[in-house]
């Protein structure tokens, strides 16, 4: 079990831990140790999550393992660990896969981030997701570690789905999610909300964090 390493689950904006718990149970069953991160995603700044959620949760795994620190997130989770990354190296490195991150801001909080109702239900870090030059996520840098990407480009959601250009998922477009020096990139048709809770998509985040690359489609 050491050798599979732990794997930090982050969730996304306004979620809970319960919502990484179906793939938290495939970790556990895979032979990963796991530390699923419950975190206030509505209070405080990315940066600040960066700093004292993600930090804390790097601190703790290296603490009980000798084994790699990986890290599997869902949507604004996967920002909060570039932003630890760009400034922090761990002991002992593992690989990351991001589903449905917003890696280039999302058109949603540029069309509604100045109404009061969607500032004070995302709070700062998500109000901080837009598509300019100067969002949070394209103030970071591209990926030097061993990144794989999953996103979704089907949304049951007509009025978000209206906002963002081209094939989607309801909350972030297909090419927001991309970004550069990612090792392997997949496309699934399922929406932004549950995409962490697909069979299709468990399987892959697995068989990245084991051969650091996704599985490829059968022929």
């Not at 699934?188 to 490829?216: D, K, S, Y």
Request: charged content about 20%; overall charge positive; aromatic content about 6%.
């Amino acid at each position: 079990m050491a050798a599979q390493g732990t794997v930090i689950l982050l969730h996304g904006l306004a979620r809970t831990r319960r919502s990484m718990g179906k793939l938290e149970r495939a970790l556990k069953r895979a032979g990963f140790r796991t530390l699923n991160v419950g975190y206030p995603s509505r209070r405080h700044t990315i940066a600040h999550l960066a700093d004292t959620v993600v930090a804390e949760a790097v601190e703790r795994c290296q603490g009980r393992t000798t084994g790699p620190v990986h890290f599997v997130t869902h949507s604004m989770g996967g920002i909060l660990v570039r932003q630890f990354l760009a400034s922090h190296r761990l002991d002992n490195p593992g690989r990351v896969v991001m589903l449905a991150p917003p890696n280039h801001g999302s058109e949603i909080v540029d069309k509604l981030g100045s109404r009061w109702w969607f500032r004070w239900f995302n709070g700062p870090a998500g109000c901080s997701l837009g598509t300019g030059p100067d969002s949070v996520p394209n103030r970071l840098g591209p990926a030097d570690y061993p990144l794989g990407i999953i996103a979704g480009n089907h949304s049951l959601d007509p009025v978000f789905s209206r906002m963002i250009p081209g094939p989607g998922d309801g909350k972030v477009s297909v090419a927001s999610t991309r970004l550069q020096g990612m090792l392997d990139f997949k496309i699934v048709p399922h929406g932004h909300t549950c995409i962490m809770n697909r069979n299709e998509v468990i399987r892959q985040v697995l068989f990245f964090l084991q051969h650091g690359r996704f599985e490829p489609a059968e022929i």
